[in-house]
């Protein structure tokens, strides 16, 4: 390889520079490993997918990482890490540089990459510190999305805090709490809305207005038409105590219809005459 030329360079962004150039003259070589899948020891293999982060390349660094973790490849001595380990810490580095230079920055295009080392190197043993960078990255490619992003970027901010203390997200756990929270209440205020659309549309149809017009037309016929029908109901109600109710009314109407009594009157005798 062109360790050599490398190794003449003392600056990081040139040597950076060198390896976007070398990249392509491994291209036969990267893809025939991928495809050969063989999982044998590749010295060259592991180095190529660090150059292909230093380059900035991180979608052929997630290709050749999937490859190199899941069989288990080991990394040069130099590096003095396992390789999902010098995979996560080194791509999620340069991220974070990036927004601690300027909060603003958009890092929106790195969370398909992202998302797809999380899930190989899922069960990578590594410290909790790099798994919590992972964490917090994808946060960051989250936290201006739609509210189930920012949802979830809160979650994965909360478990990167949980691994690391010192992971520098707490101002960010309560920015993004109040948004999420705030999200929530607009929404529940609309759900209500639409509630309560509903049930005034509903009340339009109530048959209540008809039963009372019917009750009106049976007023009108008068006491003897209402002793009738609560005769009716007396009898043919089940519950004993609607039947004696309607008995009692109608017996009270016929109390106060009955006649009063004649008086008797009694003849006085004439008085029987003196002889």
Not at 205 to 231: H, K, L, M, P, R
Request: glycine letters at 8%; hydrophobic letters at 40%.
């Amino acid at each position: 390889m062109d360790q050599s030329a490398l190794k003449r360079v003392q600056s990081d962004q040139a040597k950076a520079a060198m390896k976007r150039q070398l990249l392509p003259h491994y291209e036969g070589w990267i893809e025939g490993t991928l495809d050969g899948d063989s999982g044998r020891q590749d010295e060259v293999i592991v180095t190529l997918m660090v150059w292909a982060i230093d380059a900035g390349d991180y979608v052929l660094a997630a290709r050749i990482g999937r490859y190199v973790v899941t069989h288990g490849l080991l990394m040069p001595d130099r590096f003095n890490r396992t390789a999902a380990t010098v995979l996560v810490d080194e791509i999620c580095d340069p991220i974070l540089v990036q927004v601690k230079a300027d909060d603003t920055t958009d890092v929106t295009p790195y969370l398909a990459v992202l998302n797809e080392v999380a899930e190989f190197t899922a069960s990578s043993d590594m410290p909790d510190v790099v798994r919590a960078k992972l964490c917090k990255v994808r946060a960051f490619a989250l936290r201006n999305g739609t509210t189930d992003e920012q949802t979830t970027a809160l979650e994965l901010l909360r478990q990167a805090l949980t691994l690391d203390a010192g992971a520098g997200v707490k101002k960010e756990i309560d920015r993004l709490a109040r948004v999420v929270k705030k999200a929530a209440a607009a929404a529940a205020g609309t759900a209500g809305d639409d509630s309560t659309d509903s049930t005034d549309g509903g009340d339009s149809s109530d048959g209540s207005d008809g039963g009372n017009g019917a009750e009106g037309i049976g007023n009108a016929d008068g006491d003897t038409a209402a002793d009738d029908a609560g005769a009716g109901e007396a009898a043919a109600s089940s519950d004993p105590t609607v039947a004696a109710s309607a008995t009692a009314t109608k017996t009270t109407r016929k109390s106060t219809t009955r006649k009063p009594a004649a008086r008797k009157t009694t003849a006085k005798k004439a008085p029987a005459a003196k002889k």
